[in-house]
């Protein structure tokens, strides 16, 4: 049911007072006019009326709210005659004018034929024909508010609420004061007081309206959006989430209590069921939406059972209504209206009022006039509830309609997942279920990359679940397993190449697992596993047969439903195929197995994942023979955690034969890709370059420089030292003269030029960046004595004055440049002692360090290291070093001046 307490659009000039719920309306620019007047048919042009109605204890007594509906006899066909006193009044300003008894009468007799057709024949309006009073005399005037004139006739007549009584007045006016053409007083045991103006083409829809209210029922409104949104939830306080949205009273004129024209529709079902109208079979409801089923609607203005369907949707538990709306019985105004008002009619209980109807159109966004032109859905269209629910309408005919109503999250929900290598390139991959059911493969890469997806299938929104586990049915190739809303499990074989053989069905009744997750060769026997988790957090182990099937099922867990995500861990524990279980809170969890289908002491792997949508484990993504995580963001991002054989690898080798080099160091983006990159000068004194791909891997060497940079004992990348072009390099050769090498920003040179000589007094030399805090690049030089110099930029290519900044540095064998490592936004340096200590020298901005602190122990294997800044594309900075061995090493740090577990973005 919507919140009666969601704002009102003022529109239509209405204003739903708090007390009473009274509408009072602005003066309309234009009159009303009788069809009949002239001789003209009615048709279904019309214009704005104004009905207006409030619950009342007494007359003139508000009531707090709605009575509780039709008071119906028991048996399903017995009467409920609501016995009307008819009366005609001539006001104290109108002369001798009254409206014709008779042609009251007739409009009574309508309006009883009207509520016979909606109750079944149980309910009915009888003018008695003893209380009917023709040409009362009233002191009331056609100038005062409508309110006024009710209650003065009201008190004259001396008529008091009674169960099933009405009282009908007709005054001799062309509209009610404040331009309405009708108004109801309504109290419980369904009795009210209505006045009505003279008799015209409204008068007959307008009366059923009027006694509509008396029945119980208030007005069928509509949604409306400036986003154009179809349906849209609300707050804990009842607005709505929507800022845009409003509700239009009267808003729904396919409605018998929407806007009046010179119809009379057929009441919506959610009225028409809340307030107990036909037999009560009208409306089939199916409760809470499942899975993704199909219906058929009949018109809703005959006489079938089951003709409209009711809902409630999984997420937000709020009932829909779907009719199908056709001219058909009181709907046969439909076939000359509008024909977007023929189709599928979404509505729902409450509005303006709880008592009222919402009709929620495939356009939301204001219509212009009194009447929408597109009530109804068609063919081809779904509607979306705001919690996801979709209802889609499959055809539309003058007899039926269909619709499929796909209340399944899982099939709208994106899925990333590997299979291991599924193009057969010999490295793992990546594919994602798109929410719109394309399935895309992402093929692993060298250097720790994953490639553009490229579509390999569509329509698979047709499975809640789509998963890799493998080779599953023994033929070699990699595998997909997919389950429908219904529970058949489904194998897609691999074809080897990115594609699929024939499809088969493996299973059916798996929708009693929440989830289904691959398990690798769980058990020890050679073949892929499967794992399902019941609601009650039972965790079912299914062998896989070896051939596409399974062998006899076995519990292995419980209580395994309180995890937010699941995934194959594979090896990552160093043992065989385990999970990776992740809480709500961001608590990653490894349960390695154990071998022969049991599990091993769980242990914690990470914590703070809680944004995480989807892990994605078991295989080895950066081909160094241990299994990996990616880790998928529920803001898109991809992180790759590389394995180290028992956990998440706190460094990644990422090259070999990097001891061939005589020097090694940081380039900062020396191609200008927008990647660092990474320096190397080889024992024949060529320069080359190493581009970095972003993810912490390679691109293509190159070679940037000719033989003959061996003569220089130091390089260093300067950054953008001289101004202009790009990132420049820096040399000192042995005698102490230092040189820059400038570049055009694309990894070409220009021109060098001699900067400076005698610095051969300097043990080691480095270039932090902007060390001194004034926009220009620095050269850093430690003495033999262990003093340390900072050399400003001048910006140009040159140098201001020197200042010392630092002494006692001699008990440091390396000093590098750390750029800003500890995420403060100011560069900084690192240290290591001979000891193997490596020590962070955070940088104050203004030439001089922050507190120090130790980052590592143990760093006596490194022969050469650097800080390489986001060199794994992640938001952390990164340091490489070459070990003695030759291998190229990747450090992650946290961001904040410390050491993290690998973390690299694959993409």
Known sequence: MRSFSRSITTATGLLVLAVGLVSLPAHP???????????????VESIEDFEHHSYESAPGVPMDGPPEGLALETEALASAPIEVKLVTAKLADTGTSIVDIEAGKRAVAATSNYWKAMSGGRVSMTVNPELTKVGHVSKAK?????????NTITAELKWSYSTNKALVIFIPTERLGGWALGVTYSSSGNSGRVLMPKISGFTN?????EFGHVLGAMHADSLQCGSGVSDVGTTSTGQFQDATCSIREYGDSTDLMGMSNFTMPVISSPTWEARGLGQGTEVQNIGVATGIKTYTLLPWGGTAPNRALKFTDPVSREVYYLELRQPVGYDNYLSSDYAGNRGVKIVQRGGATPASSLILMPSTRPFTGTYATNHAWQAGQTFVTHAGTRVTVNSVSATSATVTINADPGTRTKIQFSAGDFNGDGRADMISRESEGSLLLHAGQPGNKIAAPVRIGSSWNAFNSVFGNGDFNGDGLTDLIARTSDGGLWLYPGNGTGGFLTRAEIGSGWYIFKRIVPAGDFDGDGHTDLFGVRSDGA?????????????????????WQGFASLAPAGELGGSTSGLLARTSGGTVYLYPGNGTGGFGAARTLATGWSNVSDLIGGQDFTSDGTTDVLAASTSGSLTSYPGSGTGFASKLAIGN??????????????????????????????????????????????????????????????GNFNGAGGPDIVARTADGSLWLYPTDGKGNFQTRKAIGNGWGIFTQMLAP????????????????????????GNGTGGFQNRKQIGS?????????????????????????????EL?????NGTSGFLSRRQLATGWTDQESFASVGRFGGTANPNVIAVTADGKLWLYTGTGTGAFQNVALNPR
């Open 29 to 43: 620019s234009f009159a009303a006019s009788d069809p009949a007047a002239d001789g003209a048919a009615p048709t």
């Open 142 to 150: 056609s100038t005062e508010p409508y309110w006024d004139v009710i």
């Open 205 to 209: 829809p307008v009366m059923a309206h």
């Open 539 to 559: 965790l079912w182990l299914y062998p896989g047969n070896g051939t596409g099937g399974f062998l006899s099922a076995k519990q292995v867990g419980s209580e």
């Open 657 to 718: 034969g990097w001891g061939s080099f005589s020097q090694v160091w940081e380039a900062g983006d020396f191609d200008g890709d927008g990647k660092p990159d990474i320096l190397a000068i080889s024992a024949q004194g060529a320069l080359i370059l190493y581009p970095g791909n972003g993810s912490g891997g390679f691109r293509a060497a190159r070679q940037v420089g000719s033989a003959g940079w061996q003569t220089f004992d130091q390089v260093l990348s300067a």
């Open 769 to 792: 960046g902007d060390f001194s805090g004034d926009g220009r690049n620095d050269i850093i030089g430690m003495t033999a004595d262990g003093k340390l110099w900072l050399y400003p």
């Open 808 to 836: 006692g540095w001699g008990i440091f064998d390396k000093v590098i440049a750390a750029n800003d490592f500890n995420g403060d936004g100011k560069a900084d340096i690192m240290a290591r002692t001979e000891a193997g």
């Open 839 to 843: 020590w962070l020298y955070p940088g």
